[in-house]
């Protein structure tokens, strides 16, 4: 897996490798990539849309997840020049969230490629929030 040196923390060049826009936007790092593995960051701001009463709520998990597969596919396309096709999310499978994280929280999330067969891609992601594994969810999504 290639490491990002130094990880991309700029937001707005992040915010251009998946399309959903602010305030939908639950990933602001990228620190690895590699054709088959991403790994995203995410601080959790008090503005965040999933943030209630200083708790990042489940949707927001998942979402998180769900942008981090988007962003591999963004930051594919980047790397070949090229403009990155619109995707959806077809399933959400096997989705377990075993802790919420706190305001002001790092999540870390990876997502594992497991097959990607013309336009539909089948991904494992996890969440951890101080190294500690916080959710889990298999994720299929199909390009439009």
Known sequence: MKLVQPPITNLDFVINLIPQKE?????????????DIIVSGLTIQE????????????????????????????????????PAPVGYIGAIKKAEVFDLPKLGSELVT????????????????????DQKLIAVSEIKTALA
Do not use: R
């Open 23 to 35: 305030p939908f936007v639950m990933v602001d790092k990228l620190y690895q990539f590699s054709e």
């Open 47 to 82: 503005n965040n849309l999933f943030c209630f009463e200083n708790i990042f709520l489940e949707p927001g998990l998942i979402e998180n997840m769900a942008q981090t597969v988007a962003m591999h596919k963004g930051y594919t396309y980047y790397l070949k020049n090229e």
């Open 110 to 129: 990876t997502v594992t490629i497991l097959h990607d067969i013309m336009g539909v891609t089948l991904v494992e992601a996890k969440v951890e929030c």
